[in-house]
């Protein structure tokens, strides 16, 4: 228990950590403290954000890594376009970076992809001519011989022990399985395979499909399962209770009316907002890179399996916040000019009404005698005090 606690608690720094970084992120932008703050507040408040935080999940270190490749991005735009220098760390960094956690997790590809297409675009924006890229050349170099001879020695380490491993990787998963990512029956065989829940599962479906594949079925549903898997607490079924997903009605419903509606305003006057803020406009390409790219790997497995598999919100938690970012800014241009008892009525109510369920409230609720530290009278009388002190205060659904 030790080990696990500890573990969890390493997960929790490592989440926290790319909070923080997401943060300094949103701060880039050129949204008010306090509406970068409400966001992060808000997103902080979906039940699976607090739920994948606690668990040992490589998502968690994916969360700095994302942030933080992000973060670099932006720092070589700003100081490339407005102080027309080239930073050779920055760009360094975000190599180092990116090649180390598409590592840790493939689906962080995506996101390397999206910086990788974006730093082109803007080193072939500021070099049209030859005398602009032999100025572009100039200032790598001058930024190069400015950088301290530790720092560049770190630097060369860097590179070559995270290109290396990453070509290394992947290089070697084209040349064998001739793919980037094999399967695992690929790789280990079907019969060691079938220990792999996920896979044994979409192995089972590929032998008998059920159902054809139908776009205009799966969309609805994809973003529906999507939403539900953010804001639902799942009851597993290590216990003798059956599997159930607990889902509070006002949290949700809050959300999916306050977010629609956040993102409506905002792309209501989309052009003008992401022209006005090109900060912005490079992080949610960044992350609506991911965004396509999760979509189209779980529509190719409802094409192959003919069934949605792997449709969970957590894949998101990594690359949401922005989202509820521009949906605060919608909010606050529609806002803008009305008295301020109103805008402050508004995030009052919406702060309240999504602690009907939200962060770890849901999971007070909803837990059961099976969630609880096995043969630990204390935990156990605990979160049972607990749960009754919170739980006349959150409307839901009566639990079986």
């Known amino acids: 228990m030790t080990q696990i606690v500890t573990l969890r608690l390493i997960n929790v720094a490592m989440f926290v950590l790319g909070l923080v970084l997401f943060r300094m992120v949103l701060a880039k932008t050129k949204a008010s403290p306090a509406v970068a703050n409400a966001a992060v507040l808000f997103f902080t408040l979906t039940p699976v954000v607090g739920q994948l935080a606690a668990h040992i999940n490589y998502d968690n270190m994916l969360m700095p890594c994302i942030a933080g490749s992000v973060l670099l991005t932006l720092h070589f735009r700003e100081r490339l376009l ?44 500021v070099s049209h001519s030859t005398k602009q890229r032999l100025h572009l050349l100039k200032s790598f170099l001058k930024d190069w011989a400015s ?90 079924s290590t216990g003798p209770a059956f599997y159930q997903n607990f889902i509070a009605p006002v949290l949700a419903a809050t959300a999916a009316l306050g977010g629609a509606i956040g993102l409506f305003l905002f792309a209501r006057h989309g052009r003008r907002n992401l022209s006005r803020d090109r900060a912005l406009a ?95 009278k204390w935990v156990q009388t605990t979160n049972k005090n607990i749960q009754k002190v919170v739980k006349p205060f959150v409307w839901a659904p009566k639990i079986r």
Not at 172 to 194: D, E, H, S
Not at 202 to 215: D, W
Not at 223 to 228: L, T
Request: proline content about 4%; some cysteine; hydrophobic content about 50%.
């Open 82 to 125: 407005d102080k027309k220098q080239f930073s050779s760390r920055s760009l360094a960094g975000i190599i180092i970076l990116c090649s180390l956690a598409s590592l840790v997790k493939y689906p962080f590809l995506p996101i390397f992809a999206g910086i990788v297409v974006y730093l082109t675009y803007l080193l072939w924006s």
């Open 282 to 376: 490079v992080i949610l390409f960044i992350m609506l890179a991911y965004v396509v790219a999760l979509w189209a790997r779980n529509y190719h497995d409802y094409v192959q399996l003919g069934q949605m598999v792997a449709i969970n919100g957590r894949y998101l938690v990594l690359v949401v916040l922005p989202f509820y970012l521009a949906a605060a800014i919608g909010w606050q241009q529609w806002l803008a000019g009305r008295s301020t008892n109103l805008r402050l009525g508004l995030l009052t109510a919406a702060f309240l009404l999504c602690l009907q369920g939200g962060g770890i409230i849901s999971y007070i609720v909803y837990s059961n005698q099976y969630w609880y530290w096995p043969d630990s």
């Open 147 to 236: 950088v301290a001879k530790w720092q560049k020695t770190a630097i060369i380490i860097g590179l070559v022990v995270g290109v290396g491993l990453f070509s290394y990787t992947y290089g070697t998963n084209l040349i064998v399985y001739q793919n980037p990512v094999p399967q695992c029956g690929q790789v280990l065989g079907v019969a060691r395979c079938q220990a792999y829940g996920p896979w044994a599962r979409n192995f089972r479906a590929a032998q008998h499909i059920v159902n054809g594949p139908n776009i205009f079925y799966f969309i609805p549903n994809w973003i529906g399962g999507m939403f539900e898997r953010l804001f639902f607490v799942v009851n597993g």
